[in-house]
Nanobody
Framework: QLQFVESGGGLVQPGGSLNLSCTAS????????IAWFRQAPGKEREGISC????????YYVDSVKGRFTISRDNAKNTMYLQMTSLKPEDTAIYYC????????????????????????WGRGTLVTVSS
């Protein structure tokens, strides 16, 4: 049975750090491009970072570039998102995903943008950045 177990969310003060993890079962993460998404209150879900299955490179949307780091440990079938210098606008539910069709930049736009067409999702973990 396919399952993602996410952990690491919580409440953190502005400027703080959190590390999210997402462990898969029933699916080999190493076979797929992977991504993290988030959905802030009242906003649409947005893609923020991914690792391409073509070149193994990590890509980031501008709003998190330099602050967040995506990684994967294929031996543990786990993906990670290290978040530093957190801001109140980072408050959202964060989702892991696999089987991303395209990961990277095209015509200056980051993809995946909304997660449309992605079949494998975690349930989400809440990150709240507040003093």
């Amino acid at each position: 049975q396919l399952q993602f177990v996410e952990s690491g969310g919580g409440l953190v003060q502005p400027g703080g750090s959190l590390n999210l993890s997402c462990t898969a079962s029933g699916l080999t993460l190493g076979h797929y491009a992977i991504a993290w998404f988030r959905q802030a209150p009242g906003k649409e879900r947005e893609g923020i970072s991914c690792i391409s299955s073509n070149d193994g490179r990590a890509y980031y949307v501008d709003s998190v570039k330099g602050r967040f780091t995506i990684s994967r440990d294929n031996a543990k079938n786990t993906m990670y998102l290290q978040m530093t210098s957190l801001k109140p606008e980072d408050t959202a539910i964060y989702y892991c995903a696999a089987d991303v069709n395209y990961c990277g930049y095209y015509s200056g736009t980051y993809y995946p943008k909304t997660g449309y067409g992605i079949d494998y999702w975690g349930r989400g973990t809440l990150v709240t950045v507040s003093s």
